[in-house]
């Protein structure tokens, strides 16, 4: 079992930047593939980024080029740095976990997911 805490949601205008932090309990995240997704009122939940366990990246196209995943195994943590944000960005975010070490980028593909945080971009 693994169990997700997102942190790091806000307020922020347009062109800003957050980052948001999941953390993840469990001895072995360091085998586990994390992903980020979002899901806006009204929107399926979609894909924004994902990270294996070798570090491979993978992103969404609407945010290629301004967010970033990174993973921290020391600290059980996978973290998304958005930059240049924008109102499209609204929604509530989520940290997933993957008990398999590639990515995947469907939501029904991950195991374990966190409560979510609220991303607000003001225009």
């Known amino acids: 079992q693994v169990h997700l805490v997102e942190s790091g949601g806000g307020l922020v205008q347009a062109g800003g930047s957050l980052r948001l932090s999941c953390a993840a309990s469990g001895r072995t995240f360091s085998t586990y593939a994390m992903g980020w997704f979002r899901q806006a009122p009204g929107n399926e939940r979609e894909f924004v980024a994902a990270i294996s366990a070798s570090g491979r990246t993978f992103y969404a196209d609407s945010v290629k080029g301004r967010f970033t995943i990174s993973r921290d195994n020391a600290k059980n943590t996978v973290y998304l740095q958005m930059n240049d944000l924008k109102p499209e960005d609204t929604a509530v975010y989520y940290c997933?976990?993957?008990?398999?070490?590639?990515?995947?980028?469907?939501?029904?593909?991950?195991?374990?997911w966190g409560q979510g945080t609220q991303v607000t971009v003001s225009s």
């Open positions: 997933a976990a993957r008990s398999s070490m590639g990515v995947r980028t469907t939501p029904h593909e991950y195991d374990y």
